[in-house]
Structures are given as C-alpha cells and as structure tokens.
C-alpha cells in the first residue's frame, strides 16, 4: 500500500473514499467496498482519505479514538487498499473552505470516482456536504458515489455507538459493528516481572493509544511470530499486589519465546470478569488457571 501525504497529491488515477475512517466499522467497509468496485470500472487503484492524528483532540474534545492512525493502515490494507491518502486535521485544515478542499483535491489527485456516506462533511464548520460533493464531481466528469448509512439492530451504525460499547466492556457486541473483533496494537515493554516468578508470564503492553475498555480481564487472540494464540488480556489495576496503576498485559497462552520490544496484535473476543482483589498470590494464580481454560476453548 502506497501512503501519500495530501499535500503531495499524486498522479496515479484512483477511485477515492473521503471520510475518516476511524473506526473501519462496518458502514465504512460497505464505502472500502464500493471504491473497490468503482476503481475497477475507472481503471484506477483503490484509495482512502483519513486523518494521521485526533480530531477530536484538535476540536477540544475528549471522545477518543478506537483506532491510531497505524491501526487503521494496516486494516485499510487488509482491506485491500491501495493508496491512502492522510492530511493532518489542523487549524489550517479545518478553516478550508468546501471549494478549496475540493480545488486542491480534484487538482492534486487524478480521481476518477469519489465515494462517501450519505453523512459526508467537508470544509469549515461541516458546511460542504455529500451532495455538494456530488455537485463538484458533476462540473468535473468525476462519478460520484453516495451511499446511505448502515444499520444494525434498529440504530445507525457509527463510532460514537461503537465507543459506548467499548466502555462497557460489550465487546461482541462491538465487534459486530466493527465487522471484526476490536484490536489493539502495542510495543511489549518490561514490567515488575511479578506474573513470571509468581503467575504466569505476561507481556505488559504499551498501546498505540489508550483502549477504550472498560477495565476488566478479556478473552483475546493474539498475534506473534506468526502464529496466534488464545490470550487472557488483563486491563486495569492490580489490586491483590497493592498497585492502583492501570496496566495492560496480555498471557499468551502456550507461547514460549522472548517478547520485549515486539509489536503486539490483540483481537479482544469477550470480557471474563471485572478486576478483583484476591487475598493472596495462590488465589490469584488460581483465578487465572480458570481464565485461561476460559480463553482456551
């Protein structure tokens, strides 16, 4: 997959799917698709437009993110796409008029189709919107694809219903918005070292940004050296060693092998159990015997 800064343009012909895409949730998979099929008949590569950083962040606001930007190139390439296309969300950014978005859009990228979701905004303030998109495309032969938004269980899917899950810990539930489990990448760093004198070894997980979870310990899969494994992922505080920090680490289950300064991939499946505070390490160790015949079936 090709990554190009907007800035730079670039003179492949693409068909291109405008959004933010922080989530690639099942909405945005469905937008992922009709790019697909619209850069076959266009004859160009299949293309993406995202944010490299929070914009939310930038807005003043505190939402967060389910996905960092590497996150979602490397499910956007598992997707199938071809170029990605980012722009950092700024004041600059964010104070572009709708015509000077797409001026600089049209002009810089040979587009032969633009695809969007019917709740597409664009331009300072939100003011440019998918139909004048489709205006815009009109003026300049482009073919313009709006497609409506996708709903499951009676409701809209979107980001801020899939973080409401996330916080409360409904990760299945999740998951079928998303259209795949919630993943979590992160840089195996040293810990205390107490799970492996005393427990079982885990990898302690220093994430892209922080997960969304509700604390708690989840049933996962994760991803290393090319094998995956049923993991038991603990995120939150450690209350039976007196250490109120939130942690995230991670028990694969069956592996052997030193994992310090790895990148990690955890798919989260269901949540166990909440933290709890057990009054001694045996018990504790007990505990973990249970959840690890949980994750391991």
Known sequence: MEIIDYKDGYTGKIALALGFFDSVHAGHRQIIAATARAAKETGGKLAVFTFCNDPFGELGGDAGLIYGFDTRVCILCELGVEVLVFTRFDRVFMNTTPAGFTDTLFSS???????????????VSGTGDAASLRTECCKRGIKSIVLPDVSSGGARISSTRIRGLLAAGRVEEAAALLGAPYRIYGTVVKGRGVGAKELFPTANIEPEIKPLLRDGVYAGMAYAD??????????????????????????????QGDLYGKELRLDVKNRIRDIKKFDSAAELKNQIEEDIKVCGM
Do not use: K, M, S
């Open 109 to 123: 990228f040979d587009v032969g189709a633009a695809v969007t979701g019917e709740d597409y905004r664009y331009g």
């Open 226 to 255: 090319n094998h995956q494994y049923n993991t038991v992922i603990n995120i939150g505080a450690r209350p039976t060693f007196a250490v109120g920090q939130t942690a995230f680490e991670a028990h694969l289950i069956g592996y």
